[in-house]
């Protein structure tokens, strides 16, 4: 059975900093693995979407990377601003019976 | 192009009461998913469909049933609705396994 972990669960950074979210998996048979970010009370927003066969994806001032083989992946956010605050949630889809499994979610907050 | 519609926005129901939620999407995906998201506790699959006619068991399936009589749309059924089932419920639909996944805004379900 797939498992998504994200660590940490929680996390609070003053503006202008760099960070890094961490998403892990317990089974390495994927597709893909995405990243999105949900805004309190609303939908889901993607961020990026990493094929099994790729290393990392870059769309502005984020970049996320997969390592299949250890069942982890990274989203990098550099320079963050107030507006990054959000919950970032990352999400495996199973190539062995197409679901697609997310994580609990971080809650990033970043200070003014 | 609408995308992936989701009917209705808010409802509140009675324990014991049935309902239906509709899922509608105009990009002729293959794959659609439903899923409840609680506080703290991310995205949980219910049940998902790989296509038309299709449906299968996703990770917390029992109290809910799904049909997928045409391509385009995706139902979630209550057949008698308990508190525990008070949720966001999201819909999403991909076009391939290797795709982007396209949400709804969301259902906000309330059972009292």
């Known amino acids: 059975k797939q498992e998504v972990t994200q660590i940490p669960a929680a996390l609070s950074v003053p503006e202008g900093e760099n960070l890094v979210l961490n998403c892990s998996f317990t089974?390495?048979?994927?597709?893909?693995l995405q990243w999105f970010r949900q805004d309190p009370g609303k939908g889901l927003t993607s961020l990026l979407l990493i094929q099994s066969s790729q290393r990392e994806q870059t769309s502005g001032r984020l970049n996320a990377s997969l390592d299949k083989s250890s069942g982890r992946s990274t989203l990098y956010i550099a320079a963050s601003q107030p507006g990054d605050s959000a919950t970032y949630l990352c999400?495996?889809?199973?190539?062995?019976?197409?679901?697609?499994?997310f994580g609990k979610g971080t809650r990033l907050h970043i200070l003014p | 192009n609408a995308g992936v519609t989701q009917t209705p926005k808010f409802r509140v129901l009675k324990t014991g009461q049935s309902m239906t939620l509709l899922c509608a999407q105009d990009?002729?995906?293959?794959?659609m998913y439903w899923y409840r998201q609680d506080p703290g506790m991310g995205l949980r699959l219910i049940h998902y469909s790989v296509g038309e006619g299709t449906t299968a068991k996703g990770e917390v399936p029992d109290g809910y049933n799904v049909s997928r009589l045409k391509k385009q749309n995706f139902l979630l059924g209550l057949e008698s609705a308990a508190p525990s089932q008070t949720s966001v419920y999201f819909c999403?639909?991909?076009?391939?396994?290797?795709?982007?996944?396209?949400f709804g805004n969301g259902t906000r379900l309330t059972v009292t």
């Open positions: 089974d390495s048979a994927i597709y893909n």
């Open positions: 999400a495996v889809h199973m190539n062995r019976d197409d679901k697609i499994i």
């Open positions: 990009m002729n995906h293959e794959y």
């Open positions: 999403a639909s991909t076009f391939t396994s290797a795709g982007l996944p396209h």
